[in-house]
């Protein structure tokens, strides 16, 4: 035994030495710098193409490293940078070494429809040729340097690199490089990847940022200024700092890369946070013996099990945030189990659990209505049997016990059932569907390389609203006085067809400014997908709000904002 581990490492030395050679030996394949493997364009001219180039080391990654030209070409249409991908952490080399690497140029395409990314590949050869270079100078993403576009990602399908105008093409011309995010504003709270979505300049030349400091969309507008901060050990210096919407994180220096469909910075050098004092919203809409308040509210898979911290948050929120709101609509209620898979679709305790810890908190006593579906039939998290349901306050309104039933067309197979409810407030019928509609997952991404990015299961959603339109429109034949508030999670955005195809109702988020329209922020980008629909003759009545106390901040109690109407009814 011992002979053999001898052996072995007279091998493994001879290996050692053997690649040391390689990495002496003068290098192969044709000398090109940095910005002609680039080119002005997104797929490198020197696709499969060996050559050997030379640039200074600016990061080092835990599969290889960031070289970056020592003086590049002056050309915004070029990067000057490029990632060496060695598979494994290339220790012998450090920061602000000069080194010639040989290798085959390729493009990584990280995952399914994402763009991709021009590295050096194949076993790349290496060798230093001098060290303790200062690195190249940041790039200042910011006024008086390279602005991001503010409004296109790409209009065009990669016709024309237009890296003025279309974002995809201008973080492209970036791609390896050192950067310095200027000012950066953070416009999310950190995602669960620990991502900080920001823009540059406090975003004084960013379009779409909100009252709070978030970057909202619109039909024109999917925010290319947004920049993603990262961090990827072994290249940041430590965690990113826990930030919420607004935080300014100061001049933001790293490397730009792409990764999970999305351009990113990651940071080089540690950043010192400004938090500022936002607080969670309060609603000023109030009941009154006049006044009626909905709410509709995803409280995220709440089940039983889950923390009963959750369940004081919510309840805290509905008393304080929403002021006790006469009816509750809410979605992604789990069964008494949640995520077990053992049959159970009853979800009372999850009801009971939430009326009691609003009781708890010297809160009304709601009453719950809820249909269960049949197990495993609606889709969500698989054991959870997610549902709409509702709470209200039976010292408010009176629930018309024969109102309730649910839409079981074709439309709503293996998702949630809307559930429909005629309560009577103030000598009026009023009757709520509330909505789960089938969610966007498995779209491609904005910066990918469909363009424009595919919104799946857009057709799916599309064919719902149609369905609850049509029952609209029955409810309305029998009685073209009926009264009726179509609410919830409805996946997608007021200006797409899904909702503009509810033509019968008037959406209350359209009620609000432009900038002000968001229950949920994505990839940085705020956005409403939570609803509230009336009949175009209660407009005049009625007042909606959003109460953002969830979204904007790092520790939060559900994904979406709950959102509140407020009907003036006499009677
Ligand atoms: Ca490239
Ligand atoms: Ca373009
Ligand atoms: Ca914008
Ligand atoms: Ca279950």
New binding site residues.
């Given amino acids: 035994m011992k002979i053999k581990r001898i052996n072995l490492i007279i091998f493994l030395a001879a290996v050692i030495i053997i690649q040391g050679c390689f990495s002496g030996i003068k290098a192969q394949g044709s000398q090109v710098k940095i910005y002609a493997i680039q080119g002005e364009q997104h797929q490198t001219p020197y696709l499969d193409k060996t050559v050997t180039t030379t640039g200074i080391v600016t990061a080092i990654a835990s599969n290889g490293f960031y070289l970056q030209d020592s003086i590049g070409d002056k050309n915004n249409l070029t990067s000057d940078g490029i990632f060496v991908f060695t598979r494994t952490n290339p220790r012998s080399i450090k920061q602000g070494d000069l080194v010639e690497v040989t290798g085959k140029v390729n493009e990584f395409i990280p995952k399914p429809n994402n763009l991709s990314v021009t590295n050096l590949a194949d076993n790349p050869r290496f060798k230093i040729v001098s060290r303790d270079h200062d690195l190249p100078m940041g790039i200042i993403l910011g006024i008086n340097e390279r602005q991001p576009p ?2 296109v990602i790409d209009d065009d399908n990669f016709a024309v690199f237009d890296p003025d105008t279309d974002g995809v093409d201008f973080y492209e011309t970036l791609e390896g490089m050192r950067v310095i995010v200027q000012d950066a504003l953070a416009v999310s709270s950190n995602n669960s990847f620990g991502e900080i979505y920001t823009v540059v300049d406090g975003g004084i030349n ?3 940022i909100s009252e709070r400091g978030t ?1 909202n ?1 619109n039909i024109n ?5 947004r920049i993603q901060i990262d961090d990827q050990s072994p290249i940041s210096p430590k965690e990113t700092p826990t930030v919420k919407v607004g935080d300014r994180l100061g001049d933001v220096t790293g490397i730009v890369s792409y990764n999970f469909g999305n351009y990113e910075v990651i940071a080089t050098d540690s950043t010192a946070p400004r938090q500022i004092d936002l607080q969670p919203e309060i609603t000023e809409l109030i009941p009154t013996s006049e006044a009626l308040t909905i709410a509709s509210y995803n409280v995220l898979n709440l089940a039983p099990d889950n923390p009963q911290e959750k369940f004081e948050a919510i309840a805290k929120q509905i008393i304080t945030n929403l002021r006790t709101p006469d009816i509750i609509a809410l979605q992604e209620i789990q069964d008494n189990s949640g995520a077990l898979d053992d049959g159970v679709v009853d979800a009372s305790q999850t009801y009971e659990t939430l009326i009691a810890a609003i009781i708890n908190q010297k809160g009304v006593k709601y009453n719950y209505l809820d249909i269960p579906p049949s197990n495993g039939s609606d889709g969500g998290q698989p054991g959870g049997n997610i549902r709409v349901g509702y709470l209200y306050n039976p010292a408010r309104v009176e629930l018309i016990t024969d109102s309730v039933e649910r839409i079981e067309t074709d439309a709503f197979v293996d998702t949630r059932k809307p559930l429909i409810a005629t309560f009577r407030f103030n000598n009026n019928n009023i009757t709520v569907i509330n909505n789960h509609l089938t969610s966007k997952g498995g779209s491609s991404p904005l910066f990918g390389q469909i363009q424009p990015p595919i919104n799946n299961n857009q057709e799916t959603r599309e064919a719902q609203t149609e369905a609850i339109n049509n029952y609209v429109k029955t409810i309305l034949l029998q009685n073209p006085q009926a009264k009726l508030v179509v609410l919830g999670d409805f996946n997608e955005f007021e200006f797409l067809p899904p909702l503009t195809q509810l033509t019968t109702l008037a959406n209350l988020t359209e009620t609000l400014p432009e900038n002000e329209r968001y229950t949920y922020i994505f990839e940085g980008n705020s956005q409403a997908i939570d609803h509230i629909l009336v009949n175009p003759s209660l407009l005049p009545i009625t007042t909606y709000d959003i109460v953002h106390t969830n979204v904007e901040f790092s520790e939060l109690v559900s994904d979406h904002e709950p959102v509140i109407c407020r009907i003036i009814l006499t009677s």
């Fill in positions: 503010t409004e960013a379009t779409g970057i969309i507008d999917y925010n290319p200024e």
